[in-house]
């Protein structure tokens, strides 16, 4: 699942990004409206918290220019105890959930199991190819009769592919989508979490699943 956190409180956003990771949530952050709108431009994602006293284009205006635009992510949206109109606001221009701050952890974790669960209709959330089976609401893979344990990372790349399967993505791509964009490493970084994947993925298996397309990226697809 990926989560666009737009919150200026520093802190708080290194917090948020750092515990949602540890869920195995692949994230990105921001600390205003203009970047949050580009961050949404340039990417799909399963939900966005967003703060409404953020600098430049506020949460609410954010959250309008979404709609306005037929984006229907689920949006939370965080806000201060004296801030009711606010919240009413947010509710009637089409936010999903609010959270007042401060607020522990683990609602926030609870809201967004519900947001996810009406997201996806109540559905299971996983996705099959040939034999690998990857749950992504219980961040479980199995390929055959074999649980596979993976680093969060690993998880956000094969989940990113199987949710492309038979789509070739290239390096750009993956790196824009599980890491933050001001991640200032070089495309190697994703040639050594693919060959982490193959080896737990493919290694012990006669059907390799996971391509690589020279020069371009890489696939998850069944080749004869």
Not at 21 to 47: F, K
Request: net charge negative; hydrophobic share 40%; charged share 30%.
């Amino acid at each position: 699942m990926r989560v666009l956190i737009v919150e200026d409180e520093q802190d708080l956003q290194n917090i948020l990004v750092k515990r949602l990771n540890a869920e195995h949530y692949s994230v990105d952050a921001c600390g205003n409206g203009e970047d949050a709108l580009d961050y949404i431009n340039m990417a799909t994602y399963d939900l966005i918290v967003l703060d409404i006293m953020i600098p430049g284009i506020d949460g609410l205006h954010v959250l309008q220019r979404l709609r306005a635009d037929n984006n229907a992510t689920p949006v939370l949206l965080l806000t201060a105890k004296d801030t009711i109109d606010d919240r009413v606001t947010g509710l009637d221009l089409g936010a999903d959930d609010y959270l007042v701050k401060p607020f522990a952890f683990d609602e926030l974790l609870a809201r967004i199991r519900v947001l996810m669960r009406r997201k996806t209709g109540n559905t299971s959330n996983v996705f099959e190819i040939a034999d690998l089976v990857v749950d992504c609401n219980m961040h479980k893979v199995t390929r055959g009769d074999q649980v596979i344990t993976l680093s969060s990372k690993e998880f956000a790349i094969l989940e990113y592919m199987i949710r492309n399967k038979e789509v070739v993505l290239t390096r750009d791509k993956i790196e824009q989508h599980v890491w933050n964009y001001d991640y200032e490493g070089g495309s190697n970084i994703i040639d050594v979490y693919v060959r982490y994947l193959r080896k737990k993925i493919d290694s012990q298996f006669e059907t390799k699943l996971i391509h690589t397309v020279r020069g371009t990226g890489y696939v998850l697809r069944v080749e004869s």
